[in-house]
């Protein structure tokens, strides 16, 4: 009994021990004298300004699509590879108001007549987040390459949607309704919105 008791106390006071080391070390390690070997973490970095844009494209409507794509290579005598794609994406109406000159502004009595540039597409692109792979067939290792042009041909594909969609009507009548109030309260005169041509769709390059 006297040597369990013995044992314990030798277990307590080894334990002791142990712990009020640490709480020293823990002291002595904030000393002045310590800090200078202590690691040290330094980084260092460059930014360098590549392009300053001047933005004055004013977004008036988004078209969101879902599409299920399918692309495929066709081959004489092989099995043709094929893609099949769930794509979503979104194409964005726009006017460049940077394009109005003081020669677009006109007044008629108490009215101001305004002419806007014509309705873009300013911006257009696949959500990779929400758009995935479905399946393939016969690529093997045309695969990554037999994707790529998948997602390529579908988010040309957006822009050409969005417009048969009518964006473009839909950017012109959104004008209509953000900006006229606007310039109303800010000129104190009837203000009228025309277009001084009709937007078509470029070709893509």
């Known amino acids: 009994m006297t040597r369990f008791i013995n044992a314990i106390l030798r277990l307590f006071l080894v334990s002791l021990l142990v712990v009020g080391l640490i709480v020293f070390w823990e002291q002595l390690r904030n000393w002045p004298v310590f800090s200078g070997l202590r690691k040290s973490e330094k980084t260092t970095q460059t930014v360098v300004l590549q392009e300053v844009s001047e933005l004055g494209k004013l977004e008036l409507v988004k078209y969101r699509f879902k599409d299920i794509v399918e692309h495929q290579l066709v081959r004489d005598w092989l099995p043709n590879p094929k893609a099949i794609l769930i794509v979503e994406g979104e194409a964005i109406g726009c006017l460049d108001l940077t394009k109005i000159t003081a020669d677009d502004i006109t007044t008629q009595g108490d009215s101001l007549i ?33 994707v790529s042009e998948a997602y390529r041909r579908a988010e040309s594909q957006i822009r050409q949607s969005a417009v048969n969609s009518g964006i473009l009507d839909q950017t012109r009548e959104n004008a209509d309704k953000i900006l006229k109030p606007l310039l109303e309260r800010i000129s104190g005169k009837k203000v009228f919105l025309t277009t001084r041509m009709k937007a078509t769709l470029r070709p893509l390059r």
């Open 114 to 146: 305004v002419h806007l540039p014509e309705p873009e597409i300013c911006s257009y692109k696949i959500d990779h987040r929400r758009s995935r792979v479905f399946n393939t067939e016969y690529a093997f290792l045309e695969e990554a390459q037999l």
